[in-house]
């Protein structure tokens, strides 16, 4: 079983920039991808960006040119992901969830970002 930890989050001004982390604990080392998703109220849960273990970077079309993922796989000692946010944008306000998947899919318990003059 893999626990997911997020750290960041917080209130932004539009065109700020946030920088979430996710730390993941328990069997880390059958983790194949990491990565983030949003839900919005009232919408659906969406795609942020995912990052494999090969490096492949996937990221939702609202978000691309302005998020970057980034991660830190060190096996069975250290699994972390970093989602760095920029230009953002009042539709950007979600719950940000981490996400992580090695035979099974595993989710963190979110972050707030809100985004507002």
């Known amino acids: 079983q893999v626990r997911l930890v997020e750290f960041g989050g917080g209130l932004a001004q539009p065109g700020g920039s946030l920088r979430l982390s996710c730390v993941a604990s328990?069997?880390?080392?059958?983790?194949?991808?990491m990565g983030w998703y949003r839900q919005a109220h009232g919408k659906q849960r969406e795609l942020v960006a995912t990052i494999d273990n090969d490096g492949t970077e996937i990221y939702g079309g609202s978000v691309k040119g302005r998020f970057s993922i980034s991660r830190l796989n060190a096996g069975n000692t250290k699994n972390t992901v970093w989602l760095q946010m920029g230009d953002l944008k009042p539709e950007d306000t979600a719950i940000y969830y981490c996400y992580a998947e090695g035979g099974e899919i595993s989710w963190g318990l979110g972050t707030q970002v809100t985004v507002s003059p």
């Open positions: 328990g069997s880390i080392a059958r983790i194949n991808t």
